[in-house]
Structures are given as C-alpha cells and as structure tokens.
C-alpha cells in the first residue's frame, strides 16, 4: 500500500528558509499535499501539486517534486514565528482508493527568534 | 459557509460507554471522511463515503460504525468505547468532481478512561 515518510522535527531560525520534505511510494498518478496544523487546530491546505509536474509556487511557498526519487519538499520562504506548526505531506491516488488520503507522520517545525 | 463543523469539540468516555460525534458540512460535498490523529502516526482514515447511503471501510476502521443518510450529515458511531480510541478526531469533505482541497473541520478530542 501506500507509504509517506517524513522527518519528525526541524528548527530554523527566523527570517531563514525552511525547507521540509517528504518521501511517497505510490507508482500510479497521483496528488501530493502539504497540510499545516497549528496547536489545537484542524489542517489547513497549504498547497497541492499533481505527479506529472516538477514545481509550484505560491508566494512564499515552493513545492519541490523529484518524481525520479519520489521525494517531495515543501519550501518556505522568509520564516516567521507564525510559521510554527506541524507540517503534513499526503497523498491521494487520482483514481481508485475512494476518498483516501495517506499522511505522513507529521514534521514539527520550531522557528526561533 | 460554516465549511466543516464538529461535535463535541472535547469528550470524556469510560470503557464501554457509547457515543456519536457529529460532522456536517453545507458545502454540497460528496465525499466525506473520518480520520484519527495520533502522536507520532499521522492522520489514519476510518470510515468515508462518496455519497449519501454509501459509506466504505478505511485504513482502521474496527470499533466505529458510520451512515450518511444525507449529503450533508456524517456521523461516527463508537459502539463500546475503548481506551485505544483515545485519539483527536477529524472529519473533512470534498467535491467528487475537481475536489483537490479537502477541507477539515476542527477536531473533536476523545478521552476513554
């Protein structure tokens, strides 16, 4: 089935770039997010990019894919202390598979002063 | 819109014990689903359905029941608390057609004693 692996934690500096990534095993067609959750809250969609494409960017943001590696990166600019959350990669095959979203474990990101 | 809207936001249930959390949505979405977040694992798919009188099995789907008797209600039903259900909640939806955003309500926290 369908695996995505991520690094638990990362730490960067504000003002910095952040850079948080994500690996797939999912050889068919398929959707690739990044999700944000802030303490306490649901997931808000950051961004989503199809398989057939290498790169998107949405003001500070730059999603990065590697189809080759199946490796996916999620960029942020200029890093704010509002920026601190849990980051999810997910998946979802564009057919089949019903309404299923495979996440990641999640990578808590700590930006400091 | 209201979007996704949960209830309780928080319950406490001893071993056993039954409950419904509640999820509905006014967006007119199809598909709808319920996933579980725990420390370190992610988001684990339940239960989820592409439309009113169809539901389907997800990733973990033992212990809970669901329905969807309308497009916009979409109820989870624990049969017998356990403290493994100890989790946070979420349930979302999306379009079937062009539905790339999921969008997710804001969690309902579960505590089995």
């Known amino acids: 089935g369908e695996d995505v692996e991520q690094s638990l934690f990362l730490s960067v500096r504000e003002g910095d770039s952040s850079v948080i990534n994500c690996t797939y095993t999912d050889s068919s067609s398929t959707y690739l997010y990044w999700y944000k959750q802030e303490p306490g809250a649901g997931l808000q969609l950051l961004t989503y990019?199809?398989?057939?494409?290498d790169m998107k960017q949405d003001q500070r943001l730059t999603v990065l894919l590697n189809k080759k590696d199946k490796h996916l990166s999620l960029r942020i600019a200029d890093t704010q202390t509002g920026d601190s959350a849990i980051y999810f990669c997910a998946e979802r095959p564009l057919t089949g598979g019903g309404n299923k979203l495979t996440f990641g474990t999640g990578t808590q990101l700590k930006v400091e002063l | 819109n209201a979007g996704v809207t949960q209830t309780p936001k928080f319950q406490v249930l001893k071993t056993g014990q039954s409950m419904t959390l509640q999820c509905a949505q006014d967006m007119n979405h199809e598909y709808m689903s319920w996933y579980r977040q725990d420390p370190g694992m992610g988001l684990r798919l339940i239960h989820y359905?592409?439309?009113?009188?169809?539901?389907d099995q997800g990733e973990v789907p033992n212990g809970y029941n669901v329905s969807r008797s309308t497009t916009e209600d979409f109820p989870l039903r624990l049969l017998s608390a356990a403290p493994s259900q100890t989790s946070v909640y979420f349930c979302a939806s999306r379009t079937r057609v062009g539905g790339e955003t999921q969008y997710f309500g804001p969690g309902t926290r579960l505590l089995v004693l």
């Open positions: 990019i199809f398989s057939n494409m």
């Open positions: 359905s592409v439309g009113a009188g169809i539901t």
